[in-house]
């Protein structure tokens, strides 16, 4: 790993860690008082029921292979730890759009001293101060000397930043100040259980930067708000989404996009059968300006689903035996 890697490294990281089940500890459910009332967003993953869940079992599978080991490294590195032992919990949240404005608060069995030893002989060092907080910053030279800082404000836990503005305010908030979402804030209820592996919630979208298509607005810029969960329960994994739409006479035009990916999944029933039954399991429906999806499957028939997707590798034909078409022959349709 080359020295410098820095918070745009960490954040996208910790991340793909995340989608991809690379944590496990212990029971870790959010605590909201470390998120500001300020957020505009907030995700959580509760990594030991994650682990210990049939989902997690298979999604952590991936470990193994070289290009994981390679991000796992990164971790390794720089918050001197094993991510797949030694992680109790990962808190993402943004304060306004901008991944310089993200906070991440990582909580797990950490070595601040291995990680000062490995910042201090990257590029750009400098040892700042918050308050009573020690503070590392580091610069990544890969990526135009961004800078990242990190923070170890209590025992097994740290705080890392893309401005030490962002910093400052995490910090202030983990010492006791200023107003968090455990006493309100404009985030909506947050859905499902309070054992749910995944919680996540947002809002103001339309104030964020979105990617125009085709010349459109995208349809997330109608998202006024939006809550998510995702538990396991008894061998079925469930998911609870809730969008609201501004204004709510768009939310009958939000329901027709999203039922007509479901619509799509369920032609392919031949093709692909697994995505067919996940398609199934899905429910759609809006009111009073906010669309609800709701989805239950079997973890295990998810689990065959995700490895049967991980193995088809680009240049691998689509069944097992069939040779690869020349060059210039033209491309299957799908």
Same mark, same amino acid.
């Given at each position: 790993?080359?020295?410098?890697?820095?918070?745009?490294?960490?954040?996208?990281?910790?991340?793909?860690?995340?989608?991809?089940?690379?944590?496990?500890?212990?029971?870790?459910?959010?605590?909201?008082?470390?998120? *500001?009332?300020?957020?505009?967003?907030?995700?959580?993953?509760?990594?030991?029921?994650?682990?210990?869940?049939? /989902?997690?079992?298979?999604?952590?599978?991936?470990?193994?292979? *070289?290009?994981?080991?390679?991000?796992?490294?990164?971790?390794?590195?720089?918050?001197?730890?094993?991510?797949?032992?030694?992680?109790?919990?990962?808190?993402?949240?943004?304060?306004?759009?901008?991944?310089?404005?993200?906070?991440?608060?990582?909580?797990?069995?950490?070595?601040?001293?291995?990680?000062?030893?490995?910042?201090?002989?990257? #590029?750009?060092?400098?040892?700042?101060?918050?308050?009573?907080?020690?503070?590392?910053?580091?610069?990544?030279?890969?990526?135009?000397?961004?800078?990242?800082? +990190?923070?170890? *404000?209590?025992?097994?836990?740290?705080?890392?930043?893309?401005?030490?503005?962002?910093?400052?305010?995490?910090?202030?908030?983990?010492?006791?100040?200023?107003?968090?979402?455990?006493?309100?804030?404009?985030?909506?209820?947050?859905?499902?259980?309070?054992?749910?592996?995944? /919680?996540?919630?947002?809002?103001?979208?339309?104030?964020?930067?979105?990617?125009?298509?085709?010349?459109?607005?995208?349809?997330?810029?109608?998202?006024?708000?939006?809550?998510?969960?995702?538990? #396991?329960?008894?061998?079925?994994?469930?998911?609870?989404?809730?969008?609201?739409?501004?204004?709510? #006479?768009?939310?009958?035009?939000?329901?027709?996009? +999203?039922?007509?990916?479901?619509?799509?999944?369920?032609?392919?029933? #031949?093709?692909?059968?697994?995505? /067919?039954?996940?398609?199934?399991?899905?429910?759609?429906?809006?009111?009073?300006?906010?669309?609800?999806?709701?989805?239950?499957?079997?973890?295990?028939?998810?689990?065959?689903?995700?490895?049967?997707?991980?193995?088809?590798?680009?240049?691998?034909?689509?069944?097992?035996?069939?040779?690869?078409?020349?060059?210039?022959?033209?491309?299957?349709?799908?």
């Amino acid at each position: 790993m080359k020295k410098g890697s820095g918070l745009t490294v960490v954040l996208p990281l910790a991340v793909a860690l995340v989608g991809i089940g690379m944590f496990s500890a212990r029971a870790d459910g959010l605590n909201r008082n470390w998120v *500001p009332a300020a957020a505009k967003w907030v995700v959580h993953v509760d990594m030991e029921r994650l682990m210990k869940s049939e /989902t997690g079992g298979y999604l952590f599978e991936p470990a193994s292979d *070289p290009q994981v080991q390679a991000k796992l490294e990164v971790a390794r590195r720089l918050l001197g730890i094993d991510p797949l032992k030694d992680l109790a919990s990962v808190t993402l949240y943004g304060l306004k759009p901008g991944d310089r404005e993200v906070v991440a608060i990582v909580k797990g069995n950490l070595d601040p001293a291995a990680v000062e030893t490995f910042l201090k002989a990257g #590029e750009g060092y400098e040892a700042l101060s918050c308050g009573k907080h020690a503070v590392h910053k580091w610069l990544d030279k890969n990526r135009g000397n961004r800078p990242g800082y +990190i923070a170890f *404000p209590m025992d097994r836990a740290a705080v890392m930043a893309g401005s030490i503005e962002s910093l400052q305010t995490a910090l202030d908030v983990l010492d006791g100040k200023g107003e968090t979402i455990a006493k309100g804030s404009a985030l909506p209820e947050f859905e499902g259980p309070a054992d749910a592996l995944i /919680t996540a919630a947002g809002v103001k979208f339309a104030e964020s930067p979105q990617p125009a298509q085709g010349g459109q607005p995208s349809m997330f810029q109608n998202m006024d708000s939006f809550s998510l969960a995702v538990w #396991e329960t008894a061998g079925t994994v469930s998911l609870a989404l809730k969008l609201s739409v501004n204004p709510p #006479e768009n939310a009958a035009q939000v329901e027709q996009v +999203i039922r007509g990916m479901i619509a799509f999944a369920l032609l392919s029933r #031949e093709q692909n059968p697994g995505m /067919t039954a996940i398609a199934q399991s899905c429910t759609v429906e809006s009111k009073a300006g906010v669309v609800s999806v709701k989805f239950s499957h079997p973890a295990k028939a998810l689990g065959e689903l995700i490895k049967a997707a991980r193995a088809k590798k680009p240049g691998q034909a689509e069944n097992a035996g069939e040779t690869e078409k020349p060059a210039d022959a033209a491309p299957a349709q799908p």
